[in-house]
C-alpha cells in the first residue's frame, strides 16, 4: 500500500475506507490536525460514526480542544449526530454546558432536543 498523505485522510473519510485508515494511522499521529482540526473533528464533522470508533481504538483524545476550544463532543452537539455523541459520551467525553448551548441552537438554529436528552442523562 502506498503512502497515504495528510490531506488524503479527507479523502478516506469521504469513502469510508478503513483498511487505509488503519493503514495511515502506522504513519500519522491520531492526534495530529489537518487544516487546524483534529482526525476526530473531521470524523465527527462527516458523521462517520465507523471512522471516529477506530480513531478510538487507535487512542485518540476524545476530548482534545480546536483553537476555538470545541471539542467532537460539541460538534456532535451542534449538528445533532446522535449516535455519534452516544458513542462519545460513552467513552469518556467530556459533557459541559457548552454542549447545551450548541445543541440549544444547533445547526441552521435549530433546537436539538433528543441529543439535549442524551446530553441530561450524561450530566449529573
Given amino acids: 500500500m502506498k503512502e497515504v498523505s495528510e490531506m488524503e485522510y479527507l479523502k478516506l473519510l469521504q469513502t469510508g475506507n478503513i483498511a487505509n485508515l488503519d493503514h495511515y494511522l502506522k504513519t500519522h499521529d491520531v492526534n495530529e490536525e489537518i487544516n ?20 478510538i481504538h487507535h487512542g485518540v483524545d476524545i476530548n482534545k480542544k480546536d483553537k476555538l476550544g470545541r471539542t467532537a463532543l460539541h460538534i456532535a452537539y451542534y449538528f445533532g449526530f446522535y449516535d455519534i455523541a452516544k458513542f462519545l459520551l460513552q467513552y469518556g467525553a467530556v ?30
Avoid at 445547526?107 to 441529543?115: A, K, L, N, T, V
Fill in 36 to 55: 487546524t482540526q483534529s482526525l476526530l473533528y473531521w470524523a465527527v464533522y462527516e458523521n462517520n460514526l465507523t471512522f471516529m470508533q477506530r480513531l
Fill in 95 to 124: 459533557a459541559d454546558t457548552a454542549c447545551f448551548e450548541r445543541a440549544s441552537s444547533g445547526w441552521d438554529g435549530h433546537y436539538q432536543s433528543e441529543i439535549i436528552e442524551l446530553l441530561r442523562e450524561y450530566v449529573q
